[in-house]
């Protein structure tokens, strides 16, 4: 039996940083720009529902696990370098 530590909030976005960061890595500027906010909004997602929507007799399919987290930054990583030629709309407003 292992009993590891969750990880932080600032580990969790250095390890998905490093995934995004590698996979935009064919992206043009202004995408891989798009990087931290959106791992950053992940990541902060993850962790309000984690604290926030707690398990309850009535709700008890609330359960969040680090599995939920990567389930998303994996279909970000579905993207295709051909369709995504700019930075997203709305992304500039929190880029700046």
Partial sequence: MFCIPSPTENNL????????GGFLA????S??????????AAVDIY???STDLLPTPAKSHYV???????????????V??????TQPAGISTVLS
């Fill in 80 to 85: 295709v370098p051909a369709v995504i030629k």
């Fill in 64 to 78: 969040f696990n680090l599995r939920d987290l990567s389930k998303c930054i994996q279909g970000i990583l579905q």
């Fill in 47 to 49: 962790s309000r529902m």
């Fill in 13 to 20: 976005r250095q390890i998905f940083m490093a995934i995004m």
């Fill in 31 to 40: 995408v891989k720009q798009c990087a931290e906010p959106i791992v950053s």
């Fill in 26 to 29: 064919e992206f043009c500027h």
